[in-house]
Every structure is written in structure tokens, then in C-alpha cells.
Nanobody, 124 residues
């Protein structure tokens, strides 16, 4: 079965850290650019970060630059999002998406695969 599965979400206090994982099954992640997106209640989905399949090029939304870091471990078929200095406005459901076209992925369209999401809540 072809799928992406996110994990690592949870409740964290402001200033805390979480590491999200996006693991692929049924296909080889090496050939895909992977992006992290989030959707907060009442808001549209927004792109957070992305990593290309080949040269490791990365993208970060301005709102997370300097706080979030994306990486991939192709041997484990997994992409990670390390989130530090979390703020209440980071609260959202976080999704990962896979697209063979990195530029399209960064623009947020044409995903080949989506995960079902993991909830991140930043609150004291």
C-alpha cells in the first residue's frame, strides 16, 4: 500500500521542541521532493518547509526560518522536521506531501502522495 505516515506531533509548551517524521511505504522516497504543510483551525493550508530529492535544496516559510529544520534519511525512507522555539501560532495539523517536481511542491500543487497529518499543539 502506497502511503505517507506522519508522526511525532503532540502537546508542547511555548519555547519547546518537537521532531516530526514522515515515513513512506510502498514507494521509494529517494525520487521525491518532500514538503511539510500545516493547517490551523479556520485557516488555509500553508507550506512550511520542503527538501528536494537530489541536491538537498531546502525551502522554509518566513514564519519558521531559523526555528525549523528539514532533513531526510533515504535509507529509512523518512523525512524529518525538527521544530524548535515553538510558538502558539505554530499550532496546526502538519501534513507531509511528496512530489517528483520540487518547484511544484514548493508552490503547493500537484502532490503525488499526501499523509493524513499529525496534530501539533503549542500551549502552556
Amino acid at each position: 500500500q502506497v502511503q505517507l505516515v506522519e508522526s511525532g506531533g503532540g502537546l508542547v509548551q511555548p519555547g519547546g521542541s518537537l521532531r516530526l517524521s514522515c515515513t513512506a511505504s510502498g514507494f521509494i522516497l529517494d525520487y521525491y521532493a518532500i514538503g511539510w504543510f500545516r493547517q490551523a483551525p479556520g485557516k488555509e493550508r500553508e507550506g512550511v518547509s520542503a527538501i528536494s530529492s537530489s541536491d538537498g535544496e531546502t525551502y522554509y516559510a518566513d514564519s519558521v526560518k531559523g526555528r525549523f529544520s528539514i532533513s531526510r534519511d533515504n535509507a529509512k525512507n523518512t523525512v524529518y522536521l525538527q521544530m524548535n522555539s515553538l510558538k502558539p501560532e505554530d499550532t496546526a495539523v502538519y501534513y507531509c506531501g511528496a512530489n517528483k517536481d520540487y518547484r511544484a511542491l514548493v508552490a503547493g500543487y500537484g502532490m503525488d502522495h499526501w499523509g493524513k497529518g499529525t496534530l501539533v499543539t503549542v500551549s502552556s
